[in-house]
C-alpha cells in the first residue's frame, strides 16, 4: 500500500530542499544575534566582577550556565521552530493571556534594559575616541536605526551582527592569549571546583538566556524560513552553534580577566574590566576594550529592540511594519538615555525582576508543548531526552523566578 506523501514526523535527517545563499545568511546571523545579544555590557561587567571574587573557581559557575543554557536554547529553538510561530502566539494557544503577559515582560524589561545597552554603547565610543558617552549613545542608536530603514533591513542586521560578534571573539582571545591566564587551573575548577557560587550561577545564567534574549535567536529564525518538522536538523544546528558561540565569548572574556587578576594586578574599582585590558596590554587595551564593549552593546541594542518588536507583532506581521516598530523602539530608548543620562538603578532592578519571570513563564509554555501539545508542532514526535532535560531545567527556572519575586518584594519593603 503507498504510503502518504510528506516529510516523516520524527525525520532523522534533513528532507527540506537545501536553503538558498540568504536563507543561510539569516541562520547564521539568527545565531549570532542570540549569541551576541547575551553577551552584553552588564554581561561584560557581571563576568569581571565573579573572576575577581572567585578567581578560576568561576570556570564551574561558566560550564553551569553553558549546559543550563544549552537546555533551555535546544528547546526553545525546536519548539518555536518546529511550530512556525512565535512565543506569546505559541502562549496564547497553550493558554489564552500567557502570551499577552509574556509580551508585556518582554517589552518593558526590554526597554529599560535597552537604556543600559545604549549607555554601554556610549561608553564603548568614549574609551575609542574620548566622546561624550551621550553624544556616542546616540550616535550608535542611529546607527542602528538605520540598519532597520535600509531597504534589506534583514541582510544587514544578519551580516553587522556576524562581523561584530567575529570582531569580538577576535579580540578578546588576542586579549586572552597575552594575559597568560593559569589554564589548568581553570580547567580543574572547571569540574572541581575550589568554591561553588550559586549567586554567580543563577546571575550568569538569568543574563545569558533571561529576558528577551531568551527567543533572540528562535524568533529570528521564524524570518529565516526554515521552520517546520522537516527542518528539525537545521533548527538544532542553529541552536547549537549559537549556544557554542556564546560560550566561546563568555569562556574567554573570564580567561582574559582571570590572566590579569591571577598575576595579583588590583583591579579598578570604577572600570574593572577596562583596567584589566589596559594591564594585559597596555595603552592599546583601552581602546579594544571600547570596541569590544561598543560592539557588544550596539548588538544587544539591536537584539533587544528586534526581539520586543517581536513580541508586539505576530508572524503575519508586515516585516516593513515590524522594522518601523523596531526603529521607535530604537529611537525611544536612546532618548530616555540622553535625558537620564542611564537606567536609574531602580528601574533596573525592576527590569531584572521582570526578566527572571520571563523564562519561568516563558519556558512553561515551551515545555508543555513539548510534552502536551504535538498538534502545534505539525504532529512531530518531540524526543524524549530533550523533552526530560528540559523539564529538569524547567524546575530551575521556577528557582530563579521564585528568586527575582523575592528580590522584588525587598525592593518594595
Known amino acids: 500500500m ?5 516529510p516523516p514526523l520524527n525525520p532523522s535527517v534533513d528532507t527540506a530542499p537545501k536553503p538558498s545563499e540568504p536563507a543561510k545568511t539569516a541562520l547564521l546571523g539568527a545565531m549570532f544575534l542570540m549569541a551576541t545579544s547575551a553577551v552584553g555590557p ?63 515582560l518582554v517589552v518593558v524589561g526590554g526597554l529599560v534594559f535597552n537604556i543600559g545597552n545604549t549607555s554601554g554603547a556610549g561608553l564603548g565610543t568614549d574609551a575609542m575616541f574620548g566622546l561624550d558617552p551621550r553624544i556616542g549613545g546616540a550616535v550608535s542608536a542611529l546607527i542602528a536605526i538605520a540598519i532597520f530603514l535600509s531597504k534589506r533591513a534583514g541582510v544587514a542586521l544578519d551580516r553587522i551582527v556576524v562581523v561584530l560578534g567575529v570582531a569580538m571573539i577576535a579580540m578578546t582571545t588576542y586579549t586572552a592569549i597575552v594575559s597568560r591566564p593559569p589554564l589548568g587551573q581553570a580547567l580543574r575548577n572547571a569540574v572541581l571546583p575550589e568554591q561553588i557560587s550559586f549567586l554567580a550561577i543563577t546571575t550568569i545564567v538569568g ?52 590572566g590579569v587578576t591571577a598575576s595579583g594586578v588590583t583591579l579598578a574599582s570604577d572600570s574593572p574590566t577596562a583596567s584589566a585590558f589596559e594591564y594585559a596590554l597596555g595603552t592599546a587595551g583601552g581602546v579594544i576594550f571600547g570596541v569590544i564593549l561598543w560592539a557588544a552593546s550596539i548588538t544587544s541594542v539591536i537584539g533587544a529592540a528586534y526581539t520586543s518588536v517581536s513580541f508586539l507583532t505576530t508572524s503575519k506581521t508586515l516585516r516593513r511594519r515590524q522594522n518601523i516598530l523596531t526603529v521607535g523602539f530604537i529611537a525611544l530608548s536612546a532618548v530616555l538615555f540622553v535625558l537620564l543620562g542611564a537606567a536609574p538603578v ?68
Not at 2 to 6: F, I, K, V
Request: charged content about 10%.
Open 42 to 104: 552588564g554581561f561584560i561587567t557581571q563576568t569581571t566582577e565573579f573572576t575577581v571574587e572567585l578567581g578560576a573557581a568561576f570556570a564551574f559557575a561558566i560550564l553551569a550556565s553553558i549546559v543550563i543554557d544549552f537546555a533551555v536554547q535546544m528547546n526553545v529553538w525546536r519548539v518555536i521552530g518546529v511550530a512556525g510561530i512565535r512565543a506569546h502566539e505559541l502562549g496564547n494557544k497553550v493558554l489564552p493571556g500567557v502570551g499577552y503577559a509574556l509580551a508585556v
Open 207 to 258: 543574563g545569558t538566556v533571561g529576558g528577551y534574549i531568551t527567543y533572540a535567536g528562535a524568533h529570528r529564525l521564524l524570518d529565516t524560513g526554515i521552520t517546520g518538522p522537516q527542518n528539525v536538523g537545521r533548527i538544532t544546528k542553529g541552536s547549537t552553534y549559537a549556544i557554542i558561540v556564546t560560550g566561546i565569548m563568555r569562556a574567554l572574556l573570564f580567561l582574559a580577566v582571570l
Open 346 to 413: 531602580t528601574l533596573l532592578v525592576f527590569a531584572g525582576a521582570f526578566n527572571g519571570l520571563i523564562l519561568p513563564i516563558g519556558f512553561t509554555v515551551v515545555v508543555w508543548v513539548a510534552w502536551r501539545r504535538r498538534d502545534l508542532m505539525g504532529g512531530y514526535g518531540y524526543p524524549l531526552w530533550l523533552k526530560t532535560v528540559g523539564l529538569a531545567v524547567w524546575l530551575l527556572t521556577l528557582y530563579l523566578g521564585w528568586m527575582s519575586l523575592s528580590g522584588l518584594s525587598r525592593l518594595w519593603s
Open 2 to 6: 503507498a504510503t502518504p506523501e510528506g
